[in-house]
């Protein structure tokens, strides 16, 4: 008798058994997102935890889904940590919303690759309407077009590109810059407290660290516009082509808040580009008295802001705004045989980076603005910066505590006072954060500001309620007790 070899199976899993994982991974994420406090913030797993823990070798037959959800639950969840705890106060804290976790999941079923407009036309045509509507939230002029990368180091990389683009040398996207003796020192200006991603942006387009100018900041973290223009006409003078400016808009130590007004007056009558980092911030100019702050964000050539940091939207979404979108596309459009389409007149999304694969990320930040509407967002964002304040307020009035910096939003820096000289002020700090960060309800950040540690209290989880700041303060003042002796 003869026997007919079974075949490998082929094609997806049976419905049937999808449609009940599905349901299952509905309640787990309802669950999930209504009490991420049923976990610690941050896991007790030590490095290669997880791994030790995992199959060495991936399986040979296919498992049932059921089998990889349980994992999910028992292996990846409790050894996460939680950014959607409301607990979370560390880095720029930020939140999945049921919105926008509805969007992401609908984007992985649909599985679009938006790169040109015919492989993505909803996808792409969303991208540039949701874009506007936060442009028009953010009650930036109509002429700033955006679209939307992963991160905002890739926002402000594309900005940084557009901005050499933009200097008019015919032979930068042929030649490149090595080897050139045509071409001058290429600079770019930041201050002394803008995000790192700007240094990785000049090494990744060749320009090189050195190429960066540190400006001084005063005494409250923000940009010395007058030091900038001097050290513009400095480096012009010594042959150098200064080309952009990067203004922080909530910076990431303290959310200082560059003179924008000033940086723009400085960079327009040179003649450079101002791109804007406000990958935090810019969330909050959608509220009008926190835009005052920012008066003068409209005069950039290109903004960033990141709606995965603080408007509800799971990560990964960066919108850059250009004034100028066609700077971004003479950088990088090429169209090669196997991508060219018939339609004119359209955006094709893969123009306007070197990334050619696009997510369809428009969908739940739409689903985010409808599901909670511009008003919803804004008191969100009100209730944030009123529980900073109240807890900054709580710092101040206790003897053991310095503020270190102004919070104009979410932020609060402080530092305990506790030790004879600075380096033993630090070690202090050091063991308080371990200390509070130990017990599992509540994760804060560090950073460094004027040579010393400082601790950070970011508030930006839509969880977030008056007793996880309480709860911060009480395990702080425990932990700074804990050291008197
Ligand atoms: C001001 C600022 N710019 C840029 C970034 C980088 O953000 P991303 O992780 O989206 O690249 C951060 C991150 O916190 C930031 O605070």
């Known amino acids: 008798m003869s026997t007919t070899p079974r075949r490998p199976p082929v094609g997806d899993l049976p419905d049937d058994e999808f449609r009940r994982a599905l349901h ?42 059921d089998a990889l959800l349980d994992d999910y639950q028992s292996l990846i969840v409790p050894n996460s940590t939680h950014w959607n705890h409301p607990g979370f106060l560390a880095y720029f804290a930020n939140s999945a919303t049921a919105p926008g976790i509805l969007g992401e999941m609908l984007a992985a079923a649909l599985n679009v690759n ?3 407009w015919r492989t993505g036309p909803a996808a792409t045509e969303l991208e540039e309407h949701v874009c506007d509507w936060l442009r028009q939230m953010m009650d930036l002029p109509p002429e700033f077009r955006g679209h939307i990368n992963d991160t905002a180091s890739i926002s402000s990389l594309l900005a940084i590109a557009a901005a050499r683009q933009n200097i008019g040398d015919p032979a930068m996207r042929d030649e490149g810059m090595s080897g050139r003796s045509d071409l001058p020192r290429l600079t770019v200006y930041a201050s002394e407290q803008a995000h790192s991603s700007i240094d990785k942006a000049l090494i990744t387009l060749g320009l090189g660290l050195r190429s960066l100018r540190r400006i001084p900041v005063n005494g409250d973290f923000q940009m010395d516009a007058a030091a900038l223009a001097e050290r513009i006409d400095a480096d012009r003078t010594a042959g150098m082509r200064p080309f952009a400016v990067v203004a922080t808009v909530g910076s990431t130590s303290t959310t200082s808040i560059d003179p924008l007004m000033r940086v723009a007056e400085a960079v327009r009558e040179r003649g450079l580009w101002l791109h804007v980092d406000a990958a935090y911030a810019g969330s909050a100019a959608i509220c009008p008295e926190v835009r005052a702050l920012m008066a003068g964000m409209e005069l950039a050539d290109s903004i960033v802001v990141n709606p995965h940091k603080w408007l509800f939207t799971p990560v990964d979404c960066s919108v850059l705004y250009l004034r100028n979108p066609d700077a971004l596309r003479a950088a990088f459009a090429l ?12 955006t094709n999304l893969m123009d306007y980076g070197p990334q050619l694969g696009r997510r369809f990320r428009a969908l739940k930040l739409w689903m985010v603005i409808r599901g909670f509407g511009v008003e919803g967002l804004r008191s ?31 932020v609060v820096c402080f530092r305990l006072l506790h030790g004879n000289t600075p380096e033993a002020q630090d070690a202090a700090n ?5 200390t509070v960060n130990a017990d599992g309800a509540i994760l804060l950040s560090s950073t460094r500001l004027r040579g010393r540690i400082v601790l950070r209290v970011a508030i930006g989880n839509v969880h977030t309620g008056r007793e996880h700041v309480l709860k911060a303060w009480d395990l702080i003042r425990d932990g700074a007790g804990g050291q008197a002796g």
């Not at 169209?335 to 359209?346: H, I, R, S």
């Not at 964002?381 to 919070?407: G, K, N, T």
């Open 335 to 346: 169209t090669p045989d196997y991508l060219k389409t018939t339609e004119a007149g359209v």
């Open 380 to 410: 969100r964002i009100r209730r944030h910066v009123e529980l900073a304040q109240e807890f900054r307020r709580w710092v101040e009035a206790d003897p053991r505590f310095e503020i270190c910096a102004p919070s104009p939003l979410s």
């Open 114 to 116: 938006a790169m040109l």
């Open 24 to 65: 299952r991974a509905a309640d787990l994420i309802a669950d999930y997102v209504r009490n991420p406090a049923a976990h610690r913030v941050s896991p007790r797993l030590a490095p290669g935890g997880l791994r030790a823990l995992l199959p060495s070798a991936p399986p040979a037959q296919g498992e049932a889904l």
């Open 430 to 434: 050091e063991r308080l954060l371990a």
